[in-house]
Every structure is written in structure tokens, then in C-alpha cells.
């Protein structure tokens, strides 16, 4: 029996024009001209790295960290939408959830400072 797993992903528009997925359980990153565009883009690589991880007897994505909390809050307090609605399929053996963000969410990366050197 083929183990099922689970994908979620929350989609926000970055800038007019252009929309931006994000993998939660494994921080992947798409950008697309809509919001089907997107996701199925985040699909595609969903489905290429698991194939690649498999091959290696790995987890699908295993390799890769979560996603910041700012990602998961947005999906939280984001609206769900289906595969279904934006006409695309998961790949085999994945469950997939989508939210649409209702804010874009903020990455907290550490600033290194810069020094100059006379």
C-alpha cells in the first residue's frame, strides 16, 4: 500500500501580476501570472522532487525545510480553495491543501551587517 502525503500550500499575490505559492510542510516556491498558474507550477516540482526522492528511497521533499511561521499564518487566515476549482490534479500519493492569502506573507531573514574595509 502506497503511503498518502500531505502537501499544503498558500498562494498570495506578490505585486499586481504576479502571484506566488509557497510549500509549508516543505518550503518550495513558485511564481505565476495567476493563481492556477502557480499552484500548478508548486505541482510540477512537488511531483519532480518526489519522483527524484523516491528513486533515492527518501520521504518526497524530505530534504527540505518548512516554511517561515509567516507562511503558515497566512495559510491559516487564508480562504481555501480546491484543486478542482483551478483545474488541477494532485500527483499520485499527495494530499494537497490551498489557501489564498489574504496578506502577503513577511520573511524574517536575519541582516548581516556590511563593513567596509579601509
Do not use: K
Not at 20 to 49: K, S
Not at 73 to 97: K, M, R
Amino acid at each position: 500500500m502506497n503511503r498518502q502525503y500531505r502537501f499544503r500550500l498558500v498562494v498570495y499575490q506578490d505585486v499586481p501580476g504576479l502571484w506566488v505559492g509557497r510549500g509549508l510542510d516543505h518550503d518550495i516556491r513558485a511564481e505565476g501570472r495567476t493563481i492556477g498558474e502557480t499552484v500548478r507550477a508548486l505541482l510540477r516540482m512537488i511531483q519532480a522532487h518526489g519522483a527524484f526522492d523516491t528513486c533515492d528511497e527518501r520521504d518526497p521533499l524530505s530534504a527540505l525545510p518548512a516554511a517561515p511561521q509567516s507562511c503558515w499564518n497566512a495559510f491559516g487566515s487564508g480562504a481555501p480553495i480546491t484543486l478542482a476549482q483551478l483545474g488541477a490534479a494532485a500527483p499520485p500519493c499527495c494530499d494537497v491543501s490551498i489557501a489564498i492569502a489574504r496578506h502577503r506573507p513577511v520573511d524574517h531573514h536575519p541582516r548581516v551587517p556590511v563593513h567596509a574595509d579601509a
